[in-house]
């Protein structure tokens, strides 16, 4: 399932519009909390050797290799994101020659390499006008999986809330689970870090010896 034009569109306009009175802050990306580093650490938490390639999915600034910096010594960064003005300001912040953006809509972006570790953080929070969220998470995780090696982590906002802000999706964790399991035997499902948020990890293989 793509995102239709019109979810698009909102997504997009959404976004440009905070990044015109924000800037280069985590309140254009729709956080507000400065919390977004323990995000981080949370789906990265499965890498544990150096000399890997990640994709970032819904990038945003590319922030996430603040994170990666510090824990890492070699590694090769992609990120993808639909909004140009994010693109383009991760690349004057982060770029080299093992950190490289696109602009490009994940599901019909044509990719021509696999990637070791897939992540996407925030993704999933927007409501969806004419679109089942939980078929979009469906899409991007069964595209995610045909291009990780390892494995991939996502994170939500969680339906486990006494209040819901406008236009954003709480995520049921039960039927993201669910979902995962269509995909691997091997997953983790995190709700421990921050009460109305979780993540997921799917690991791409889940085989195991019977010994």
Known sequence: MNLSDKNLNDIIIRY??????????????????NKQDIRFNVLTEMIKEDNFSI?????????INRVLHCRFKNYQYTGIDIIEAFIEE????YSSSDVEFVTGDFLKYKFVKKYDY???SG????QLSDQSNYEYFESVTEKSIQLAR?????????????????????NSPETILSIAYLFSRRIILRNDYMPFEFSITINKQDSFSSD
């Open 123 to 126: 993704i999933f929070n927007h």
């Open 16 to 33: 440009n519009e905070r990044y015109r009175q924000y800037g280069y802050s985590e309140k254009s990306l729709g956080w507000t909390k």
């Open 150 to 170: 390892k494995s991939i982590s996502f994170d939500f906002l969680s339906d486990k809330v006494d209040y819901r802000l406008e236009n954003t999706f709480h």
């Open 55 to 63: 994709l970032d999915i819904g990038c945003g600034f590319g922030d």
């Open 90 to 93: 991760g690349k004057k912040r």
């Open 118 to 120: 897939i992540v996407a």
